[in-house]
């Protein structure tokens, strides 16, 4: 028998992928395949230069009232950026390195506490270093690589993925060809795959 | 002390509001403040022509794969309409006459149960007389008082209200001035009310 697994398609500027990550980080029963990726493309085909938490304004004035009750549903930290949505091109392209090493869910856990907790820039070289070296990791090299054409292009490949998925928003889960959107479906993507 | 009550503002073209609107026709325990209004005008103040489902066809797919699921996870029945945004108007304008009846919790569930379960055209006067008589009452008078001028007043000054509170989408809950988006948070604002 098969461990189970499910795929979680996250952005590190999303609020919502923030109580996703953070939860699956936590969760030690389901193998996790982290797929981080930009959510600036998607919204791009849509005709959108920007997150519809933006360019929606009820909606968006929703999300800061609905953001605070889930964390205090999930056991999370809270505190609202004060930029939004952040840059997450760094953060990605370092994540893209991670994937398969032991340290992403911690990685991604923390940019993620980074944006959401602690109100700091992820788009900026110096906080996504200080967050390689706190997990004892050279951010140094890591940030080179993370800058290099080969893996810059393999970014590029994700958000072809991403839109040959038919993604159109993050948090997104796969289990098997199963799709289940939002950080409220994931409990159910989370049965569907220990269901097996 | 009062007894818990929530204000539950839906359109009985939305799928997500079909489900909220069968439990809560269910449950005996909160006092449901019905609020039947249009996405229409909503939309319209986006620049959308159509619901998002419809425009956004990723996402509209996805809905589709949603929803079977969801109607399992609530015990609820599910056939994908047909006809995908239909016509609410006249259901919304005979639900504002029932909005304080004793009949309102079953005349909405069965429209949508007409929409969502049986596939029938809500739009057509003949399914709402249909299911006006189902539960015994009187189908021509009520259609006659729904198509008034003064109950079409009353409805275009529903959806101003709507846009006040600042609504964007449906269903949408309140509990006294708190707002809860979306099916997926029923269970948070009914806890709510009953917290007090």
């Known amino acids: 028998m098969t461990a189970p697994e499910i795929a ?3 952005d590190f500027a999303s609020n919502y992928s923030y109580l996703s990550v953070l939860r ?3 969760q030690k029963d389901v193998i996790v395949r982290w797929k981080p990726f930009l959510l600036g493309p998607i919204f791009a085909a849509q005709g959108w230069n ?3 938490f933006v360019l929606q304004k009820d909606k968006g004035d929703y999300v800061w009232q609905d953001m605070p009750r889930e964390c205090v549903k999930y056991g999370l930290p ?3 950026p ?3 949505p952040r840059r997450s091109l760094l953060a990605a392209r370092v994540a893209l390195l991670g994937e398969h090493q032991p340290w992403m869910a911690e990685f991604c856990a923390r940019v993620m506490l ?3 907790e602690h109100d700091e820039d992820i788009g900026n070289a110096d906080v996504i270093a ?3 070296t706190s997990i004892g990791l050279d951010a140094p090299a890591l940030l080179a690589a993370a800058q ?3 893996n810059k292009a393999r970014l590029r490949a994700r958000s072809e993925e991403a839109a040959a998925l038919h993604l159109f928003g993050a948090p997104t889960f796969f289990v098997g060809a199963e799709m289940y959107w939002g950080n409220d479906r994931l409990s159910d993507a989370l049965s569907r795959a220990t269901r097996g």
Do not use: T
Request: net charge negative.
């Open 50 to 52: 920007n997150s519809p």
């Open 78 to 80: 809270w505190r609202q």
């Open 130 to 132: 200080a967050i390689l």
């Open 148 to 150: 290099s054409d080969d």
């Open 24 to 26: 699956l980080a936590r």
């Open 82 to 84: 004060s930029e939004f």
């Open 8 to 10: 979680c398609w996250f």
């Open 114 to 116: 980074a944006n959401f």
